[in-house]
């Protein structure tokens, strides 16, 4: 299973926007690549996922490199209710369809 | 509330015992996956069953097994358990076996402490 890379944590003021990256050198031609998140003390909500195309939805927005070795997360204006973990996933088309989650970067939206 | 429903909320038991896990998928869901939080190890995929059927397997211990019951609600059990076993415990259901686009909504989780 292909790995990916985030920051350990970030910071961003609220209100701002927040951009989120991941590197994911070892991606193949058929993996996608999806975003969770975990609020506090609640199991992982899924955020967004997209292939190749910049993908928009009513969260947030995932911009993908032309090589797509790398992505970011696009949080257009956090909250404090953003505050969460966000995990960048690769999951391949074939084979098992487990999530593999890595260590997930840390948000803190300050007030 | 992702409708995914996971009982009990809280478990605390001793070395050795076992313990059962339930959960119960979103209306129309077939698959149903569960995954174990630790603070060292973060989430690891257990199993996943699709229709009663076991779909995929994980990190999942021989002193685990799981099942999924015709109405679809799955239980996951846990024995002869150790201090290493106390962990969060999500389950997840998503609506077929996994394949992309098929979102995975997961529940509340249980924590399980083992003294």
């Known amino acids: 299973d292909a790995k990916t890379t985030q920051p350990n944590s970030m910071e961003s003021n609220e209100e701002e926007p927040v951009h989120l990256p991941c590197n994911h050198s070892?991606?193949?031609?058929?993996?996608?690549i999806h975003w969770y998140r975990q609020l506090p003390s609640q199991g992982p909500e899924y955020v967004i996922h997209?292939?190749?195309s910049n993908v928009n939805n009513r969260m947030a927005s995932l911009a993908i490199a032309e090589d797509r070795k790398s992505s970011t997360l696009i949080l257009h204006r956090a909250t404090l209710r953003d505050a969460a973990v966000y995990y960048c996933?690769?999951?391949?088309?074939?084979?098992?369809?487990?999530?593999?989650f890595g260590t997930g970067t840390r948000l803190k939206v300050l007030a | 509330d992702s409708g995914v429903t996971q009982t009990p909320k809280h478990l605390i038991t001793a070395t050795g015992q076992r313990v059962t896990l339930r959960c119960s998928p979103r209306?129309?869901?077939?698959?149903v996956y569960w995954y174990q939080q630790s603070l060292d190890q973060g989430l690891q995929f257990l199993i996943q069953y699709y229709n009663g059927e076991e779909r995929a397997k994980g990190n999942i211990l021989e002193r685990f097994s799981a099942q999924q019951f015709p109405d679809l609600h799955s239980e996951l059990n846990l024995s002869s358990l150790e201090l290493g076993d106390s962990a969060l415990y999500f389950c997840?259901?998503?609506?077929?076996?996994?394949?992309?686009?098929?979102?995975?909504?997961f529940g509340p989780g249980t924590r399980l402490t083992v003294l």
């Open positions: 997209g292939l190749t």
């Open positions: 209306s129309g869901d077939l698959s």
């Open positions: 997840a259901s998503s609506v077929g076996q996994g394949a992309i686009g098929d979102t995975q909504y």
């Open positions: 070892t991606i193949s031609g058929t993996d996608y």
């Open positions: 996933i690769l999951r391949g088309t074939s084979g098992t369809y487990k999530y593999i």
